[in-house]
């Protein structure tokens, strides 16, 4: 098997590492360790992203170089990926010479396919910073829905692209100043001559999620390509373009090549060929990003590698973003969690064991439920996996496992087969699957032990040989489980394997039984987690200017003394008695679902009706029309959660066809839209 090149997102320099990065990078770090234990030879590369305008103004700000700075930065970075348990095989710097080294190749590359070219740009300038500012460094109104507090690019509410010059009281993020129109030089790369190369690697299969190539066959090459603007004028922290003094490489230009230039680091530092590990096809290489840099790393990055003879990924891996209890995560709330925080309060491995377990191979988001965490940890990991080793291996303590292994009724074979479906969905980023199976026989051994009960067979005299059995049987499984975890807890294998005096470094290991060998002394090897330990890691999390900040609760939200109920005395029931009454086989019939509003406008001609665009998660889309008009203004609609029946039979009107129904309550003078609770998405049946 080929050896496997395995990179995740730079993370930028310009901050700390918090909760939502550790998911990307404990899904890649759990990848490799699984890929490493199956005997393969991967290696894992990551670096700092350094450059741009927000690091040289905060070193302006603080007095210090750039270097300086991302120089701390990248020793913060490490320290707290070192206590995550995320093992890089090399951590370097696009601040480096080896990554300036492979701009400048693939630079000639693009230069002698003749796909650079120079124009004027108007562009958003910083008055105040003296800078042009990139599309991520202004904030406004969408000038699509109205929404507040957009990026210069696109809309995470109703999911619109736009020019940041068309953003609706635009300001910069790294001054606040409200931001002038100005026109400078920019040199940018054409893609649309790699158009056909792009519609056959991407929709390839098993190149990236479905979702995502259907994403980018949709959205982007279903219309001609635009060129890209890959340079900045001085002032500008990052590399001067050799052709073209006084501007520098776009940060998204030299980004993606820092997964080069590490592994360049890494190659020179272990006597590697280079060539082998990024120009040649004895090397697989697998992306892992976030669903927001998609269209970086699957339209610009493979036109780069390809037109300078680099080697393309076979896979990108895509995730989705982390909320912390239904919501995006909140400095006031103290849910925007720091690693470095989160390290002071709990262990790593009850966040590793948490995201294994929820992180499937689909580009879905990830909710971190604080209740279910202490929960999901307890009762599973705690309870279920090291209990096992806990109430058994001080039985053997003295006299150690049994010199053959005893009959289990096929406990173990069948976890050792088992083994191979783990390994499938580990290969596959499907963790979540992987945990699902690991649990299942968990509790297959605990009902083994549970029924033989090796404490009291060893109050009776002359059983010796028969507990002994037992906690073989016993201990042996637990390794089988713990083997499996190992690309999540590495740390429960190390301490594991000192229990038993044997590795847990091979995931063949989990095939043949461990026996004649001795037990050590047991030592904790984890202890439950508590809601108080949660709460003070909320605490320590909230900012000072939390006060400050304003506070939005929609109604689900609001505590009841806030509420203004309506008074429940029985008149709507009156006003509309109930329906005949209905078996359980109708009502399976309606399929309700989970709809977020995409897009919403009012019905020429129609006084009552607006036509909704509600979307039931991936590409599923349906066009409903609602008689809500004179209750709800559309812009307010976009990005709203609402329940449909999703499997109403079309029903053709005179202004188009409706594909289902919004659920609502109340009459002709009042209608109130039904919405979930916090935590639903779209997809999800009503039962």
Not at 551 to 570: F, H, R
């Amino acid at each position: 098997m080929k050896p496997l090149l395995v990179t995740s997102a730079l993370p930028y320099a310009n901050g700390h590492i918090h909760l939502g990065h550790v998911l990307e990078y404990t899904l890649t770090d759990i990848y490799a360790r699984y890929q490493r234990m199956s005997g393969r030879r991967c290696i894992f590369i990551c670096a700092d992203d350094t450059h741009g305008a927000p690091i040289m103004m905060r070193a302006r700000k603080e007095g210090r170089s750039e270097v300086d700075l991302i120089t701390e930065m990248a020793e913060a970075h490490l320290r707290d990926f070192d206590k995550l348990q995320i093992r890089f095989d090399h951590y370097g710097s696009t601040n480096s010479e080896a990554t300036r080294w492979v701009c400048h190749r693939i630079w000639e590359g693009l230069r002698s396919r003749n796909m650079i070219s120079n124009r004027e740009v108007t562009q958003l300038f910083d008055p105040q910073a003296g800078v042009f500012l990139a599309d991520r460094f202004v904030k406004g109104t969408c000038p699509k829905c109205s929404s507040p507090d957009q990026y210069g690019d696109s809309c995470d509410k109703c999911g619109s692209t736009y020019a940041a010059t068309d953003l609706i009281d635009p300001k910069s993020t790294l001054s606040g100043a409200r931001p002038e129109i100005r026109s400078a030089p920019h040199i940018f790369v054409a893609v649309e001559g790699e158009h056909a190369f792009l519609e056959q690697w991407t929709q390839a299969e098993g190149r990236m999620p479905k979702e995502i190539a259907n994403y980018l066959a949709g959205h982007f090459l279903s219309e001609p390509l635009r060129d890209w603007d890959v340079s900045r004028p001085a002032p500008y922290f990052g590399f001067e373009i050799p052709d073209a003094p006084g501007n520098y490489w776009y940060v998204w230009y030299d980004a993606p090549i820092g997964y080069v230039g590490s592994t360049k680091e890494w190659c020179e530092k272990n006597g590697e060929s280079f060539d082998k590990w990024w120009r040649s096809d004895e090397v697989e290489i697998v992306h892992v990003i976030g669903k927001d840099i998609v269209y970086f790393h699957t339209l610009f990055w493979p036109v780069m590698l390809k037109s300078s003879g680099y080697s393309l990924p076979s896979r990108v891996q895509v995730h989705g973003f982390l909320t912390v209890n239904g919501e995006k995560m909140s400095k006031s709330k103290g849910t925007f969690i720091m690693a470095s925080t989160y390290l002071e309060h709990l262990d790593p491995a009850y966040l590793r064991y948490y995201y294994a377990s929820k992180l499937g191979s689909r580009v879905e988001d990830l909710d971190l439920n604080l209740e279910e965490f202490v929960q999901k940890v307890n009762s599973e990991l705690v309870n279920k996996v090291v209990n096992l080793a806990s109430r058994t291996s001080r039985f053997v303590a003295k006299t150690g496992l049994s010199a053959s292994y005893p009959d289990d009724g096929g406990l173990f074979e069948g976890a050792a087969k088992a083994g191979d479906e783990i390994a499938e969905a580990y290969a596959s980023f499907d963790s979540a699957r992987a945990i699902r199976g690991i649990i299942a026989l968990a509790d297959r051994a605990n009902e083994y032990v549970d029924r033989m009960a090796p404490w009291a067979l060893a109050k009776q005299p002359g059983k010796e040989a028969e507990v002994q059995a037992v906690c073989t049987v016993a201990l042996n499984l637990y390794r089988q489980i713990v083997l499996y975890l190992a690309p999540v807890l590495p740390k429960l294998a190390e301490e594991s394997g000192k229990l038993l005096n044997a590795p847990m470094d091979q995931w063949s290991l989990a095939k043949t039984p461990l026996v004649g060998t001795p037990v050590s002394t047991y030592q904790h090897l984890m202890k439950r987690v508590e809601m108080e330990a949660v709460q003070r890691m909320i605490d320590a999390s909230k900012t000072a200017d939390a006060a400050a900040e304003p506070k939005t609760t929609t109604a689900a939200e609001a505590p009841a003394a806030e509420k203004s109920l309506p008074v429940d005395d029985g008149e709507a029931l009156a006003k509309e008695p109930l329906a005949a009454e209905c078996s359980i086989d109708d009502f399976k019939k309606v399929d309700l679902r989970i709809a977020r509003i995409v897009e919403a406008e009012g019905v020429p001609g129609a006084k009552k009706l607006l036509k909704l665009t509600v979307s039931l998660g991936g590409d599923a889309k349906r066009t409903v029309f609602a008689g809500i008009k004179a209750h709800y203004d559309p812009k307010d609609l976009v990005g709203r959660l609402v329940v449909v029946c999703a499997n109403l039979a079309p029903r053709q009107m005179k202004f188009g066809t409706s594909e289902g129904m919004v659920l609502a309550a109340g009459g002709e003078d009042t209608v109130f839209l039904l919405s979930p609770d916090t935590g639903a998405k779209p997809g999800m049946r009503i039962h």
